[in-house]
């Protein structure tokens, strides 16, 4: 399984981007996705992620409240909403899978993937 994360542009402070992770091929078990963004001269860091049944969700303290998590019901998929983007938020988002209930992890995933560029402009 790979997963693709798309969705990424420009777009000016206070905006919105809603970025996909899609999954080609079926894994065998169960696995929970997290989203990480890596800026310029920063280290990766994680944004949120969701479980299997789609029910649970974590965030970052920067991404609570300004982004949601989602799974649409053929588990194919993983969803970002991103609101009220700020200039902070630039950098390449990806998404990672883990099979099981523990959460991907920055050296601990399964299924990974190329990213996705997002730009906010002042």
């Known amino acids: 399984v790979q997963l693709q994360a798309s969705g990424g542009g420009l777009v000016q402070s206070g905006g919105s981007l809603r970025l996909s992770c899609v999954a080609s091929g079926r894994a065998r078990d169960p696995y929970t996705v997290s989203w990480f963004r890596q800026a310029p001269g920063k280290e990766r860091e994680f944004v949120a992620a969701?479980?299997?049944?789609?029910?649970?969700?974590f965030y970052s303290d920067s991404a609570q409240g300004r982004f949601t998590i989602s799974r649409d019901n053929t588990k194919t998929a993983v969803f970002l909403q991103m609101h009220s983007l700020k200039t902070e938020d630039t950098a390449v988002y990806s998404c990672?899978?883990?099979?099981?209930?523990?959460?991907?992890?920055?050296?601990?995933?399964?299924?990974w993937g190329p990213g996705t560029q997002v730009t906010v402009s002042s």
């Open positions: 969701i479980n299997w049944a789609g029910d649970e969700t």
């Open positions: 990672e899978g883990r099979l099981g209930r523990l959460y991907p992890t920055v050296n601990n995933y399964d299924f």
